[in-house]
């Protein structure tokens, strides 16, 4: 049986990397290794066929062959999310019938590019809810790759109307007083409350926990920084949360670089042994010899910080 996805979502769901071989080929073995990993860091969740996930680039036999292989090796252990976002209904109703079926808790669907009045984002978002059922819903707001803007106003009636959405993937930027005044909402008694999680690759973390998130649901390359921030801080130890995600900074910064990101946080993975190759599917990034020293040189500055901490340090291939 699935693990329930509802209002009550907490932690960190991991958005999980899509590993290829070197020929672009999906590497399950890799996966299972991932997967195992980001169990061991501690998260609460996994979200697949995310951005970071390339979905766009996967074929529908791809897609299934990878959800199939993570739910197999979760075992039912946490809730997985799928991205099921698609230019048709039609797309997203098989990709949602599909993965649910075989042990999904719930979907992540974006707005529709060319979306623009709040009447028409509402619409869509309706018509999403019909066509999914009782299905559980992430709403995710994301403008940079939506091009779509949520007022707070809309996102209260969308929660308000609609109940099969669970959760607000929160990424807009900046976002934290469009936090504040979401949970303020809520604690007017305006609508139920949800359960609100933030990606931006955790740039903000500490903030936006101090503003009122459940967590975070990002790709950080070390996703047991992710868990320990929100568990500390859960724990009212603000400061030590803060010295801790300040001694990756460097590389969550880093990691937030249009068009090579990606490529970042999966030679990170490769070089901790997580993943047997950085391979982003065609088109897609690469480092050149120039990014991968820079990388090299965060990453010794990461397990430098570290030291100085008390904490255990890493060791990377090269």
């Known amino acids: 049986m ?6 009550t979502a907490k932690g960190v769901f991991i958005i999980s990397a899509t590993p290829f071989e070197e020929d672009g080929a999906l590497d399950l073995e890799s996966t299972d290794r991932m997967v195992d990993y980001y169990l061991e860091s501690g998260v609460t969740g996994m979200t697949i066929l995310g951005v970071m996930g390339e979905a766009p680039k996967l074929t ?25 976002s698609a230019p048709a209904l039609g797309a997203i109703q098989t990709l949602t019938s599909n993965v649910m079926n075989i042990g999904a808790s719930g979907v992540m669907v974006a707005p529709m590019a060319g979306l623009r009045t709040d009447r028409q984002i509402e619409n869509y978002y309706h018509d999403v809810c019909e066509t999914l059922g009782d299905t559980p819903i992430v709403l995710q707001d994301y403008p940079p790759s939506s091009n779509v803007y949520f007022s707070v106003e809309l996102l209260n009636k969308l929660f308000a109307d609609l109940p099969s959405l669970k959760i607000l993937k929160h990424e807009d930027s900046p ?34 926990l101090q503003r009122g998130v459940d967590g975070a649901m990002t790709g950080f390359a070390f996703a047991e920084m992710v868990v320990q921030v929100c568990a500390l801080h859960s724990n009212e130890k603000f400061e030590e949360a803060e010295d801790l995600f300040d001694a990756y900074l460097p590389l969550v910064r880093h990691e937030q670089q ?8 999966k030679d990170v993975l490769r070089r901790r042994g997580i993943i047997s190759s950085a391979t982003t599917r ?14 090299s040189a965060l990453l010794v500055r990461l397990n430098r910080n570290l030291e100085v901490l008390g904490k255990e340090t890493y060791e990377f291939s090269d």
């Open 2 to 7: 699935s693990p329930v996805l509802d209002e």
């Open 282 to 295: 065609k088109p897609g990034p690469a480092l050149d010899s120039t990014d991968a020293a820079e990388l």
């Open 60 to 84: 529908p036999d791809e897609s299934i062959t990878f959800c199939e292989r993570v739910l197999n090796r979760v075992e039912g252990r946490v809730p997985v999310v799928v991205g099921v």
């Open 175 to 208: 976002g934290l007083r469009k936090i504040s005044q979401f949970r303020q909402d809520e604690e007017a008694g305006n609508r139920r409350r949800v359960s609100v999680l933030v990606g931006n690759g955790a740039l903000y973390l500490p903030q936006e």
């Open 258 to 265: 249009i068009g090579i990101g990606l490529a970042l946080r």
